[in-house]
T-cell receptor, first 114, second 114 residues
């Protein structure tokens, strides 16, 4: 069974800082990895999907990388803003599976203060 | 574009009562999923449907049944609710089994069993 760990569990930073959120997974034979954002009391919003062939994906101030050999992914947030405050989740599929079943980390709760 | 729609958003049940959570997606996705989210446990897969007409158990299927009514709709039924089923339930969908299986989530159903 795929196991996903996220570090740190919580992060509180002043506005403007560049941030790195970490995600590790146990089974590296995955086809992709997905990052989500969850606001309090809300659903999950997909941020980035990195396919194993891409190694990196960018959307605005967000950049996600994937290193399958080490079982790690990082989410980089540039010039953080108070509106970035949320919980960030990474999710990896079953080893070698394309069925889309996802295993989630417990998330990093981010607070960006003005 | 509505994406993934779940009903109801909130529900309180008494122990032993039954209910059905509804989910519909308008993205013509083949695969659909039900997850539950609990504090300290993260998101866990209950059931999934890789394509219309098929369903399979996830990590925590006990106490639940599902129906893939058609390509758009995937319902989750609690036959005899228990306090341990107090949770937030999320429905998700993705295009198909394959490498580009980006998952999209509904806004959740917050269920309390008393």
């Amino acid at each position: 069974k795929q196991e996903v760990t996220q570090i740190p569990a919580a992060l509180s930073v002043p506005e403007g800082e560049n941030l790195v959120l970490n995600c590790s997974f146990t089974d590296s034979a995955i086809y992709n990895l997905q990052w989500f954002r969850q606001d309090p009391g809300k659903g999950l919003t997909s941020l980035l999907l990195i396919q194993s062939s891409q190694r990196e994906q960018t959307s605005g101030r967000l950049n996600a990388s994937l290193d399958k050999s080490s079982g790690r992914s990082t989410l980089y947030i540039a010039a953080s803003q108070p509106g970035d405050s949320a919980t960030y989740l990474c999710a990896a599929p079953d080893r070698g599976s394309t069925l889309g079943r996802l295993y989630f980390g417990r998330g990093t709760q981010l607070t960006v203060w003005p | 574009n509505a994406g993934v729609t779940q009903t109801p958003k909130f529900q309180v049940l008494k122990t032993g009562q039954s209910m059905t959570l509804q989910c519909a997606q308008d993205m013509n996705h083949n695969s659909m999923y039900w997850y539950r989210q609990d504090p300290g446990m993260g998101l866990r897969l209950i059931y999934y449907s890789a394509s219309e007409g098929t369903t399979d158990k996830g990590e925590v299927p006990n106490g639940y049944n599902v129906s893939r009514l058609n390509k758009r709709e995937f319902s989750l039924r609690l036959e005899s609710a228990a306090p341990s089923q107090t949770s937030v339930y999320f429905c998700a969908s993705s295009e198909a089994p394959g490498m580009n299986t980006e998952a999209f989530f509904g806004q959740g159903t917050r269920l309390t069993v008393v």
